[in-house]
């Protein structure tokens, strides 16, 4: 997916997003960050990634969120010293060892490394991130509807329980820390072809969650936990859980 890139620059940046973003954005001055901002309701609106850029920080986002993530980070802005412009940088992903200047993936080390200022991309990147249950902006996270503890921003260390409060902690935290996740995302074989959002059904007829993305035999499914027992369908697919995440 492509990516938009905007650094984040002035005297207030850093306490800006960090009152803001699910993750410590300290960790960002030296390294990258994958974080989120959330809806006050504690949903998910957009995942991007900080790291250093001219004294602030340069934000990477997929491209169909970026309009809409800078306009509600202008809008919180206020009277901050803090100004938003977009960056013309290429982005690059790739595997093996770490070249200079790049960032390993905060997420996974299986994810590889990012760089800024040059091209290249991951061949086979939507199966690897299948494999590993990485959520991906429009597929498994969803704005305005995802809570993030079920797409595994936790498990990808995305949200920081001890950096203090951000728009939606509230709910996040309770989510955390009195109530057991009943579904969330799954890895699962598939046979057959079903498009993405198709409604998955259990082997009792009832629905059990929606199918994500595919590749390669396996994928990603938000299914309630209670009801992955047994075979699975999704259109004309069969589903087979193989993990919950």
């Known amino acids: 997916m492509t990516r938009k890139l905007f650094s984040i620059t002035g005297a207030d940046a850093e306490s800006f997003l960090q009152n803001l973003v699910t993750n410590d954005v300290a960790r960002a001055r030296n390294g990258l960050v994958w974080t989120g901002l959330l809806t006050p309701q504690g949903k ?17 986002v997929a491209e169909p969120f970026a309009a809409g993530l800078i306009q509600r980070l202008t809008m919180y802005k206020l009277r901050a010293d803090v100004t938003l412009s977009p960056v013309d940088l290429d982005v ?17 080390p299986a994810l590889g490394w990012r760089a800024y200022g040059r091209s290249g991309a991951i061949q086979g990147w939507e199966a690897l991130r299948i494999s590993l249950g990485v959520p991906e902006s429009g597929a498994e996270l969803i704005p305005n509807d995802t809570f993030i503890l079920e797409a595994g921003f936790e498990r990808f260390h995305g949200v920081d329980f001890k950096k203090g409060c951000y728009v939606g902690q509230e709910v996040t ?4 820390h009195k109530t057991e996740l009943r579904k969330g995302l799954c890895r699962v074989a598939i046979e057959g072809a079903a498009a993405p959002g198709t409604e998955v059904i259990n082997v009792a007829g009832k629905v059990a969650g929606r199918l994500c993305s595919q590749a390669e035999g396996q994928a ?22 193989i993990e919950k995440l």
């Open 44 to 60: 998910y609106l957009a995942d991007f990634f900080l790291s250093p850029f001219e004294g602030g920080f340069l934000l990477d």
């Open 92 to 108: 690059a992903q790739g595997l093996g060892a770490l070249p200079e200047g790049a960032f390993a993936d905060p997420r996974d």
């Open 220 to 241: 990603l499914a938000h299914l309630r936990f209670d009801r992955v027992d047994g075979p699975l369908t999704a259109g004309d697919a069969v589903l087979t859980l």
């Open 173 to 176: 935290a309770r989510m955390k």
